[in-house]
């Protein structure tokens, strides 16, 4: 019998090298400029719950408002997923830049995952179940407020919103869902100052920044808003196991 052909070595150190970077995902979210640790600890937490669902991978995480921390935590050939809920000015721009010297592959991120409207659906009528329960008289029509960001830079982060906002609504027919905005009309004030009592408001975010600790809560108390204020999207329980499909898909 021929003996089998060899592989010369650096062949075999480039596919060993190539496996090793495919299983390094770095989830990069953008973090809290005035406070970065406690949303870097946070992201941290996430990405250990996502490892539990990635046996064999590497994730790692970064706020791009920890200074270095992103370049410190990159590895060449590493997966990017971008903790955000739309393809901005974070993303498109701030992220590639950041990453230029760094070979990588960047995934669409967090809030653009077509699985993201089922999940918030199901979501939604556990917590209109719950509310209905405890209800003494529930007549009026259920309604969900998305609070989203909205941006003074361009068009994308409201129309990324109004995208997903239009994906949703078939899967909650009967429920009234509209969209308010902290940085351009309609502004989630106005727009929480016609809601009816009994709604829900569901911040639109990933991460429970000061937008979500402070800036809607405010809104929602200038508008005397009476419904219920949901915990940001990007911290319930199930996002790191949606988050590690999304890698897997990738």
């Not at 270095?68 to 935590?73: A, G, H, P, Q």
């Not at 259920?142 to 109004?162: N, Q, V």
Request: aromatic share 6%.
């Amino acid at each position: 019998m021929p003996p089998s052909p060899s592989v010369p070595a650096d062949r075999l150190l480039q596919a060993s090298t190539a496996r090793s970077a495919t299983k390094t995902v770095v989830i990069v979210a953008h973090g809290q400029p005035s406070a970065p640790e406690p949303a870097e600890r946070a992201l941290a937490q996430l990405a250990a719950q996502v490892a539990r669902f990635l046996p064999g991978w590497d994730i790692r995480s970064a706020t791009l408002a920890q200074p270095d921390r992103l370049e410190t935590v990159m590895r060449k050939g590493a997966l990017v997923y971008p903790f955000f809920m739309a393809d901005g000015w974070f993303t498109t721009k701030v992220l590639p830049q950041r990453l230029t010297a760094i070979g990588h592959r960047q995934l669409p991120p967090f809030g653009q995952d077509p699985a993201l409207p089922e999940f918030l659906a199901s979501m939604v009528q556990q917590a209109l179940a719950a509310q209905t329960a405890t209800a003494e008289n529930h007549t009026a029509q259920d309604s969900l407020l998305l609070a989203a960001h909205g941006s003074a830079r361009g068009p994308k982060a409201a129309a990324a919103t109004e995208r997903f906002a239009t994906a949703l609504r078939p899967l909650l027919p009967g429920l009234d869902l509209v969209t308010g905005y902290i940085e351009q009309a309609p502004y989630l004030a106005d727009i929480a100052e016609i809601m009816p009592p009994q709604s829900l408001c569901l911040p639109f975010f990933a991460q429970s920044g000061d937008h979500v600790t402070q800036d809607i809560p405010a809104a929602l108390a200038k508008a005397k808003f009476q419904g219920r204020l949901l915990p940001a999207l990007g911290t319930a329980p199930q996002i790191a196991q949606l988050i590690a499909k999304a890698i897997r898909r990738a």
